[in-house]
T-cell receptor
């Protein structure tokens, strides 16, 4: 079993839809959770960073962490064609080092 | 301000050769990490360097090595290339490896193709 599981998609939605992206993980030692967006042929770009269970909102993006279920989500409201990209979840065990564990990514297409 | 820069952009090598990839972090950032991203997968951690010292190593063979220079730029070296080394190699920099300044910023990557 992989440490981090993520539906690879592709996921296609119409413009304006609410998008839900999810990751599950198996290692309860993970404490820090991140969502990255990666456009084709570009490096990943950090979208959201959370530590505790609960919700964190930033503009059209909401990150949700449920440590008891080992489940994290990213919601995108009012999705735009410019949101079309691969979304990667990432996790780390402690507050030191950059040993992030990434999910395989979900490809999202927002159709105009 | 310039972001993380990597060179070269693309590289084609044959099996058995070696390769050197380069990374310049964001000005003021002292921590550099390297990741390998195979097509269709998420990045996998290879190395982290901070203040020229190795601070972390992922599950990669000894054919992979890296170093960080006094100006905080970094090189990733891969010897005896295998077909399976074909991937996008990403460099990420941060102010420090821990605390409030641990946010990583990724470069555009170097796409390595091994024939």
């Amino acid at each position: 079993q992989k440490e981090v599981e993520q539906d690879p998609g592709p996921l296609s939605v119409p413009e304006g839809a609410i998008v839900s992206l999810n990751c599950t993980y198996s290692n309860s030692a993970f404490q820090y959770f991140m969502w990255y967006r990666q456009y084709s042929r570009k490096g990943p770009e950090l979208l959201m960073y959370t530590y505790s269970s609960g919700n964190k909102e930033d503009g059209r993006f909401t990150a949700q962490v449920d440590k008891s279920s080992k489940y994290i989500s990213l919601f995108i409201r009012d999705s735009q064609p410019s949101d079309s990209a691969t979304y990667l979840c990432a996790m780390r065990r402690d507050n030191y080092g950059q040993n992030f564990v990434f999910g395989p990514g979900t490809r999202l297409s927002v159709l105009p | 301000d310039a972001g993380v820069t990597q060179s070269p952009t693309h590289l084609i090598k044959t099996r058995g050769q070696h390769v050197t990839l380069r990374c310049s972090p964001i000005s003021g950032h002292k921590s550099v990490s390297w990741y390998q991203q195979v097509l269709g997968q998420g990045p996998q951690f290879i190395f982290q360097y901070y203040e020229k010292e190795e601070r972390g190593r992922g599950n990669f063979p000894d054919r992979f090595s890296a170093r960080q220079f006094p100006n905080y730029s970094s090189e990733l070296n891969v010897n005896a290339l295998l077909l399976g080394d074909s991937a996008l190699y990403l460099c990420a920099s941060s102010l420090s490896p821990s605390g409030a300044n641990r946010e990583q910023f990724f470069g555009p990557g170097t796409r390595l193709t091994v024939l």
